[in-house]
């Protein structure tokens, strides 16, 4: 993914509605992505991963798409809640355990 | 099972100076990875220990090095601050037994400043 800096994207959302932030990764060699939640003032939490010969994942109120095809990943988030406000980035494993990060998504939940 | 914890939470140096920052990954995790986060760039990686052996690097100056000792701790040192240096430096830790596709569990990042 490309940074995007400062101006993150930012996702609003209704408390109680799904919530879907895409990713776009940028090597095809990559084999696995993650997606980690970051709160202001504190590191990136996992949320949840998947592997390259997968194209779903389910935990709990998440799912991650991906499509190879077209090099996207996608987080669902069921029943968005205010305690999901949060940036949320993705990022792909393609070398030993460097991780390559996308820019980021903020995530606003209103109640 | 404790976290990773990173020492010291915040630092202000000045331009030149240089910089030690700590990292004790989650007990039984072997590799330690280290990240830069700024507004500018997002999040990129610096390099990755594993058993006292840099395992991978990133694209970052030789100012930036680190090392690791026998009980996994880590460290990062940044020599001859530059203004740019200011981000929040973030540790993870995975258990390294595969050496890749492993989940890295991160720390609450050492917030630098350079002045």
């Known amino acids: 993914g490309e940074s995007v800096g400062l101006h993150l994207p930012t996702l609003s959302v209704q408390e109680g509605d799904n919530s879907i932030i895409n990713c776009a990764y940028s090597?095809?060699?990559?084999?696995?992505f993650i997606w980690y939640k970051q709160e202001s003032g504190k590191g990136p939490q996992f949320i949840i991963d998947?592997?390259?010969?997968?194209d779903k994942r389910q935990g709990q109120r998440v799912t991650v798409l991906l499509n190879k095809t077209v090099k996207h990943l996608s987080l669902q988030i069921a029943a968005t809640q205010p305690g999901d406000s949060a940036v949320y980035f993705c990022?792909?494993?393609?070398?030993?355990?460097?991780?390559?990060f996308g820019g980021g998504t903020r995530l606003m939940v209103k109640p | 099972k404790a976290g990773v914890t990173q020492t010291p939470r915040y630092l202000i140096k000045t331009r030149g100076q240089q910089v030690t920052l700590s990292c004790s990954p989650i007990?039984?995790?072997?590799?330690v990875s280290w990240y830069q986060q700024t507004p500018g760039q997002g999040l990129q990686f610096l390099f990755e220990?594993?058993?006292?052996?840099?395992?991978n690097k990133g694209n970052f100056p030789g100012r930036f090095s680190g090392r690791q000792f026998s009980n996994s701790r880590s460290e990062m040192n940044v020599s001859t601050l530059e203004l740019g240096d200011s981000a929040l430096y973030l540790c993870?830790?995975?258990?390294?037994?595969?050496?890749?596709?492993?989940?890295?569990?991160f720390g609450p990042g050492t917030r630098l400043l350079v002045l």
């Open positions: 993870a830790s995975s258990t390294g037994t595969s050496g890749f596709q492993e989940t890295q569990y």
């Open positions: 090597n095809s060699a990559s084999d696995y």
């Open positions: 998947i592997r390259s010969n997968m």
């Open positions: 990022a792909e494993n393609n070398a030993g355990n460097m991780l390559t």
């Open positions: 007990s039984g995790h072997r590799s």
């Open positions: 220990y594993f058993s006292e052996t840099q395992r």
